[in-house]
């Protein structure tokens, strides 16, 4: 059983990391790929750094981590970053009968149905969501609700607590030159400073 995170990771921090930890004991998974996305396509609006200073920044924060692993599938695609071409890609990687999990934030559930061919993500994975601080319940469950009779969607719910962590956050502390020990971990935060990221 492999669990997928992607995301933009701009940076990486520990609420990512806790999160995955929690889920991976939770629902018993093998191991979790994290995917940086090259381009991400909700996100063309906000300035990213370059896609190969975030893999790295991936790599640095699960070093020590033998359940995590790093990819770099997104970034070698061309164009924008689907979900239904990585999970079809991953999916063709695996053993045969390999169960796939995708492991999203609530927030990005109840806005699944604006994602590329949406549809498909339910027939190539089991989704795994993760509250987050500020997590609409009544919204939540009604859009499970309504995957799972109209999609006949595999949807599980995690039990693992919120925090309170942002990349946004850390981009504008490090903007302001305010610290952000103890908010990612400490090789990321150097590699941050050493290239002058988010300044």
């Keep these: 059983m492999v669990g997928l995170m992607g995301g933009t990771f701009s940076p990486i921090h520990y609420g990512h990391l806790l999160m995955c930890e929690s889920i991976r004991e939770e629902f018993n998974l093998e191991k979790i790929i994290f995917m940086p996305a090259r381009i991400p396509p909700h996100k063309t609006n906000i300035s990213i750094v370059d896609a190969e200073h975030r893999l790295n920044m991936v790599r640095l924060a699960i070093e020590d981590n033998p359940y995590f692993e790093a990819s770099d599938m997104e970034m070698r695609r061309q164009g924008a970053s689907y979900t239904v071409d990585t999970l079809k890609e991953l999916r063709s990687s695996l053993p045969k009968g390999k169960k796939l999990f995708l492991i999203i934030g609530a927030d990005s559930l109840v806005q699944l149905s604006s994602w590329y061919k949406y549809q498909e993500i339910f027939r190539l994975a089991t989704i795994i969501v993760a509250a987050r601080p500020d997590t ?64």
């Design 136 to 199: 609409d319940f009544s919204l939540l469950n009604d859009t499970i609700a309504k995957f799972r009779v109209e999609m006949d969607a595999d949807i599980l719910m995690s039990a693992h607590a919120p925090m309170n962590f942002s990349s946004t956050e850390i981009r504008n502390r490090v903007k302001k030159g305010l610290s952000i020990r103890y908010m990612t971990p400490p090789k990321v935060e150097a590699y941050i400073y050493e290239n002058g990221l988010y300044r």
